[in-house]
């Protein structure tokens, strides 16, 4: 008999799986390799050193995959975000963890980091029972659908691309969600509630909360936090999460008006007014030594009573959601 698919590895329990924790251009940064400093970069350096499955400074695209266990035992599998290094991440990650597909994808914003993986889809969708692939529903905002309709429309048309009739063309069922906290929608069973945050100003970009017994709040791209959005997710607010999955782009200095994102003194604040039961940082550069930093991270996490430590490619974390 044919093993299920559905049925997980690691049994009756859901877990997160970060399929990338980095940056836009990922880690190793090229441009360190191809014209090296003085000293050389010794994070980007490592990249070529070690293997990237024992070297946590290997970083790529930001990227969540939740892995929801059912009441009856069976997995859904949800996918945050799929970026330029998405291929990377299903050979490495997915193969990993024995991940034997995705049943739906949620994206944050439609920058390339976030949305260029799509012509990959559907190495990942799902099939039937008559081996018939099934489509895969995804959630993005208008704004986000708009973007993507000029630059994949061969996916919006759900046609092969060039017209070549051979080759796979994604079956994708398009659902567009609003960047409302009070707007909550369903994927694969599970709620997710939109987190709108500037990520410059001007520009919003969605995180998610989810969770029924363990609250998961995930913001990937943050400049700045709106009010309502910081209320959702804190303790003094709507009430306390239990993980905090947050990025920290720059190790030194304080963003300024034209920042797109935080630094690591502007997410540990944040951390502090948010007041989660742990807090795991994502979307690092390669300012951020692994060790180091959460060496550094752990006094900080005793001082402030808060568990606080980078996260790295290929964590599973389990949680019971």
Request: aromatic content about 8%; some cysteine; charged content about 25%.
């Amino acid at each position: 008999m044919e093993p299920d698919p559905s049925k997980s590895p690691t049994g009756g329990s859901s877990s997160l799986i970060f399929l990338g924790t980095g940056c836009s251009g990922a880690l190793p940064d090229a441009r360190c390799l191809l014209k090296p400093s003085t000293p050389p970069c010794a994070v980007c350096s490592m990249g070529i050193s070690l293997p990237p499955e024992g070297n946590p400074n290997y970083r790529l695209n930001t990227s969540l995959l939740v892995d929801y266990c059912h009441g009856d035992g069976t997995h859904k599998y949800i996918l945050i975000d799929i970026g330029k290094t998405f291929r990377e991440q299903v050979l490495r990650w997915f193969v990993h963890h024995k991940v034997p597909y995705v049943d739906s994808i949620i994206l944050t914003h439609e920058h390339a980091d976030a949305v260029l993986g799509l012509d990959e889809v559907w190495v990942v969708q799902p099939r039937n029972d008559r081996n018939d692939v099934e489509k895969i529903p995804i959630f993005l905002t208008q704004f986000t659908m708009d973007s993507i309709a000029r630059r994949f429309p061969y996916l919006v048309e759900q046609k092969p691309e060039d017209g070549d009739e051979d080759a796979q063309a994604a079956k994708i069922e398009w659902k567009i969600v609003q960047d409302d906290v009070e707007k909550p929608f369903v994927a694969s069973a599970l709620e997710f509630v939109p987190l709108p945050v500037m990520h410059g100003e001007g520009y919003i970009c969605l995180g998610f909360l989810f969770g029924r017994r363990a609250r998961v709040a995930y913001l990937s791209d943050v400049s700045r936090f709106l009010p309502k959005t910081e209320h959702a997710i804190s303790k003094s607010g709507a009430g306390q999460v239990d993980l905090l999955i947050l990025e920290a782009n720059s190790l030194h200095g304080v963003g300024d008006s034209f920042s797109t994102h935080l630094t690591l003194s502007e997410s540990l604040d944040a951390i502090k007014r948010i007041h989660p039961k742990r807090a795991l940082l994502i979307g690092m550069r390669h300012f951020f030594e692994h060790q180091r930093e959460n060496q550094m991270l752990a006094e900080w996490s005793i001082r402030e009573g808060i568990p606080t430590q980078l996260a790295h490619d290929g964590l599973r974390v389990s949680i019971d959601l």
